[in-house]
């Protein structure tokens, strides 16, 4: 099975008065890239998300993010600081002394000095909090890893087919290739006899000059070995998995030879189809950055 780096997953869970969101986008990336965003009081918990993921993703640009909700009542009280209150008095009574102001401190003014009062939340059950993060990431997880499985089969299905109209522009210059060395000698003889009008022409002579062009034109091996990267990058799809960096390789491979067809290519027809192949092969190269 072929997986696309692109996918969308969103999982939420509600249960103990609290609610826990979990939304998990990913796009293609060269190596696994994970940037986890949760509140503060869940960031305990980062680890073990990442580590939840790689279950799921091998490869590419993974945003999660976490959104915490408690709805308990009673998870908040209130909390008086005796001992900064007095602090805070004694150095009032201290300043209104030594300026020789009245000290006209209350109850209300002091109240309101930061850190009298505070709020303090009660402590969070890590245990059940984490078994309700696991579920949320878990199925966004999953989610995310359906959507990139149905993407990955229509990348297949669209490569496969490139792959086979590549593998018929192979085959029109390979039915095209031997034909331009007949048309080379026919053209050479034409034109030495032309010039040398009714002299005989020198078959030994000529047989070199058009064994010297085969040569130099000859793309055999190279049709050869684009066959096979062809046929090896269908078959790898075919096979599934983690294959995006290998296809990647075998697109490479498969532009090095097109461009050594086309600066052999002494003819118009064999140059436009290493073009044409040239052209095909960056669509592929395009549509493998985003398998997995």
């Known amino acids: ?45 980062e680890a073990a998300v990442r580590a939840e993921l790689k279950d799921y993703v091998s490869r590419g640009k993974v945003d999660v993010f976490v959104r915490y909700e408690d709805f308990s009542e009673g998870r908040s009280t209130l909390h008086y600081n005796k001992d900064v209150a007095e602090g805070y008095l004694g150095y009032l009574k201290q300043m209104a002394e030594g300026l020789g102001l009245e000290n006209d401190v209350t109850v209300s003014v002091l109240s309101g000095l930061p850190e009298v009062f505070t709020m303090e939340e009660a402590e969070l059950d890590e245990e059940e909090i984490w078994k309700e993060l696991q579920r949320a990431a878990a199925g966004a997880a999953r989610q995310l890893a359906d959507t990139r499985i149905a993407e990955g089969e229509r990348l297949k299905e ?19 290739a031997p034909e331009i060395v007949t048309e080379y000698r026919k053209k050479l003889e034409d034109r030495v006899k032309e010039l040398l009008e009714d002299a005989c022409v020198d078959e030994g002579r000529l047989l ?7 040569d130099k034109a000859c793309v055999d ?3 050869v070995r684009l066959h096979s990267h062809i046929e090896s990058a269908k078959s790898s799809l075919q096979e599934g998995g983690a294959v995006g960096r290998k296809l ?29 192949l040239k052209t095909e092969i960056e669509k592929v190269r395009e549509q493998i950055q985003n398998i997995e």
């Open 158 to 176: 669209d490569l496969i087919g490139k792959l086979d109209g590549m593998l018929g522009i192979v085959g029109r210059i390979s039915e095209r």
């Open 221 to 223: 091996e190279e049709l």
């Open 248 to 276: 990647d390789f075998i697109a490479q491979e498969m532009n090095r030879e097109a461009n050594t067809i086309l600066s052999k290519a002494n003819d118009l027809e064999i140059s436009n189809y290493a073009i044409e």
């Open 1 to 45: 099975m072929i997986k696309s780096m692109t996918g969308f997953g969103r999982c939420e869970t509600a249960e103990n008065n609290r609610r826990i969101t979990v939304e998990i986008k990913s796009v293609n990336h060269r190596y696994l890239d994970v940037n986890i965003r949760m509140p503060k009081a869940l960031g305990i918990f």
């Open 208 to 214: 070199t000059e058009v064994t010297l062009f085969a």
